[in-house]
């Protein structure tokens, strides 16, 4: 094989592997990509619970404060005793 077709096989080789190469990034693109909305979709889920169990922690004490405060009046107003 002459110098001149050596470079070309050489040149023929570096392109398939240049190729491959920008096949396979794009692969991991796709997939980083992927796997950044699920990341994305995981942190909002995550989020709204925990604006969800603090909304239902609120109302629970709202629930526990008014039952304190109809506690006391009850107290507060005695029965007429015959």
């Known amino acids: 094989m002459d110098e001149e077709a050596a470079i070309n096989v ?3 080789a570096l392109r398939n592997l240049k190729e491959r190469l920008l096949t396979r ?3 991991i693109q796709r997939r980083l990509e992927e ?3 699920n990341l994305e979709t995981a942190y909002v889920r995550i989020t709204l619970n925990n604006l969800l169990n603090r909304l239902i922690l ?3 004490v709202i629930i526990l404060q008014l039952r304190m405060k109809l ?3 009850r107290k ?3 029965p007429i005793s015959e």
């Open 71 to 73: 506690n006391m009046k």
């Open 76 to 78: 507060l107003v005695k």
């Open 25 to 27: 990034a794009e692969i």
């Open 58 to 60: 609120s109302v629970k």
């Open 10 to 12: 050489k040149n023929e």
């Open 35 to 37: 796997e950044q909305k």
